[in-house]
């Protein structure tokens, strides 16, 4: 795989596990409140150091008893050609896995569920379907962010649904919208945007009116509630 970005261990990115991250280089989606914004072009010359995935595995062999797991995110995961045999690899070691995904490739996610190879995962939904150009280049295929929504309902070990929450691609109209699509989900988080973060688009963060309050964002919760199971605003 071509990684960009490589963590050690974390207690917060999968839940109750103790974990490395692995952050995966190229993205298909450009929105302009990313939060690892050299990770979103793809592997060439001049962007980003990527990693040897070769020395990783040295790595988590090292780590066996105190590591309990490892994210893959990105970037877009399931761009990767060799993801399958990446996850099949991490798992053959002892490992639990999380990946994490914007769910535009649903055929990459129908093979990992199909051979057993993610323990738990979490799909970004960016906002209403009819509203994804807003984060995407070009025409995107929504019946694909739809079809991996219901595959991870229905297929995944564990799973959450998360939205950054940044004006104009949530507000409460198209938050009860996203409630409608992942009706009956068991988990939804609800993600503040850092005013002082490194994004993709500096300029986008400079705009009036973008961010929500600490009132608005429990608006929101308030919105979701009624379709989730769980819904936490982090």
């Known amino acids: 795989m071509d990684i960009g970005g490589f963590q050690k261990n974390s207690m917060i990115d999968f839940p109750k596990t103790i974990a490395c991250i692995i952050f ?3 993205c298909n989606f450009i ?3 990313c939060h690892n914004p050299d990770l979103v072009a793809g592997s060439r010359k001049g962007v980003g150091d990527l990693y040897d995935q070769d020395r990783i595995f040295e790595f988590l062999e090292k780590r066996k008893g105190f590591l309990e797991g ?3 995110t990105g970037g877009e995961p399931t761009l990767q050609k060799d993801l399958i045999d990446f996850c099949r690899k991490v798992k053959d070691m002892g490992y639990q896995l999380k ?4 769910g535009t490739r649903p055929a990459v996610l129908a093979n990992l569920f199909d051979g057993c190879l993610v323990d738990f ?4 939904i960016k906002t209403s379907l009819e509203n994804y150009h807003l984060v995407a280049p ?12 219901r595959m991870i309902m229905e297929k995944a070990p564990a799973y959450e649904f998360r939205t950054t929450c940044l004006k104009p691609f949530v507000n409460k109209d198209i938050m ?7 009706k009956g989900a068991s988990r939804y988080i609800l993600q503040k945007c850092s005013q002082n973060a490194t994004v993709l688009d500096p300029q986008f963060l400079k705009l009036d009116n973008i961010f929500f309050s600490d009132k608005q964002m429990m608006e929101l919760k308030i919105t979701i509630d009624k379709y989730v199971g769980e819904s936490v605003v982090r």
């Not at 995962?121 to 970004?124: F, N, P, R, V, W």
């Not at 070009?138 to 929504?149: A, E, N, P, Q």
């Open 99 to 102: 990946l994490d995904s914007n």
């Open 70 to 72: 490892v994210v893959i």
């Open 138 to 149: 070009g025409k995107v295929d929504t019946k694909k962010i739809f079809k991996s929504i």
């Open 24 to 26: 995966t280089q190229g």
């Open 176 to 182: 009860d919208d996203i409630g409608k699509m992942i």
């Open 121 to 124: 995962i979490s799909m970004d």
């Open 31 to 33: 929105c302009p409140y």
